[in-house]
């Protein structure tokens, strides 16, 4: 939804604004504090996962986390290649699963490094052979058990690998509307540099954070909360009592007809704001234009439709 205010003459008076729906229900953004809570959580898992790769393929790795975001499950898998390692995880006592994703090419290279073998030159984004899927299993193995101590309290439920999958359009790991909290990290390998991502089911850790003792100023909160509200656009809009007619009424209505209204002259208009009354107006002139005059607030005096 886009608004644009004008003034007299055409000229804007304020830029074009880009303004997102927001559903209360179903918040997809994280509070600031378990954002943080969250990050420090998963660059704890970086540190360990960059020091169990150089354990395992031999070669120097580092992890950085870059980004922490609560998202639903069909942007996370449409922001993903077409095709790359997705390996899901089953958590215990939940039916969605974890994801460990990273590129094949990535993975490939890891194995290349593990048995003593140099990669050099571009690596096909090719899919795991049983014996590459075994080598990897050990690997992610200890990732999960490296994310479990990382997130501690966070994420009580056991973490266990269950299968790979390398389309990430057809990856079912969750309801599409299902919302994740998605880490995304870059893992050096050598001179080999990924992106990775580990996408957890939020609700398997939002209740913990909300558990949590958070400082929150709150005369700050209702400050930036009544400024945001201050600047939604909204439909006010003057009504007069409304008319019941027969649907063979409307249906032979022609110009020059006249509907009566049931609203004496001297009944103020009914102000509404999306179908919400606001308050009563009586009818006045601004200049050359139609304009109302606010005669009372509807949490002061509630005006009764007239019969």
Not at 28 to 39: C, D, F, I, M, P
Not at 137 to 148: P, R
Not at 155 to 182: G, R
Request: net charge negative; charged share 15%; proline share 7%.
């Amino acid at each position: 939804m886009t608004v644009q205010e004008h003034v007299g003459g055409g000229v804007p008076a304020s830029p074009l604004r880009s303004i997102e729906l927001y559903d209360f229900r179903r918040p997809s953004t994280l509070a600031r504090e378990h954002s943080r809570v969250l990050e420090l959580a998963f660059e704890t898992f970086a540190r360990q996962w960059g020091t169990q790769l150089t354990s395992r393929v031999r070669a120097m790795a580092q992890v950085s986390c870059e980004q922490v975001i609560m998202t639903r499950y069909d942007d996370y898998a449409a922001s993903l290649p077409p095709t790359t390692a997705m390996v899901l995880c089953t958590i215990e006592g939940h039916q969605s699963k974890a994801v460990v994703q990273f590129p094949t090419s990535a993975g490939l290279s890891w194995i290349g490094s593990m048995l003593g073998g140099t990669v050099t030159g571009a690596v096909p984004e090719r899919q795991f052979t049983a014996v590459e899927q075994a080598l990897l299993g050990k690997v992610m193995e200890q990732a999960l058990e490296d994310l479990g101590y990382s997130l501690g309290a966070l994420l009580p439920a056991a973490l266990a690998v269950e299968k790979v999958h390398y389309n990430s359009q057809f990856a079912q790991a969750a309801p599409t509307a299902e919302l994740m909290i998605v880490a995304r990290f870059f893992i050096r390998v050598g001179e080999n540099l990924a992106p990775a991502t580990v996408a957890i089911p939020a609700d398997t850790i939002l209740p913990q954070l909300g558990g949590a003792a958070i400082a929150v100023n709150q005369a700050e909160s209702h400050a930036a909360l009544r400024s945001q509200l201050g600047e939604v656009p909204v439909t006010v809009g003057a009504r007069f009592a409304p008319v019941t007619i027969t649907p063979e009424r409307v249906l032979s209505l022609a110009v020059g007809d006249v509907l009566r209204l049931p609203h004496p002259q001297h009944r103020p208009l009914r102000l509404a704001v999306d179908g919400e009354p606001l308050a009563t107006a009586a009818v006045g002139r601004s200049g050359t234009r139609l304009a109302c005059i606010v005669v009372s607030t509807e949490e002061n005096t509630r005006v009764e439709n007239p019969a």
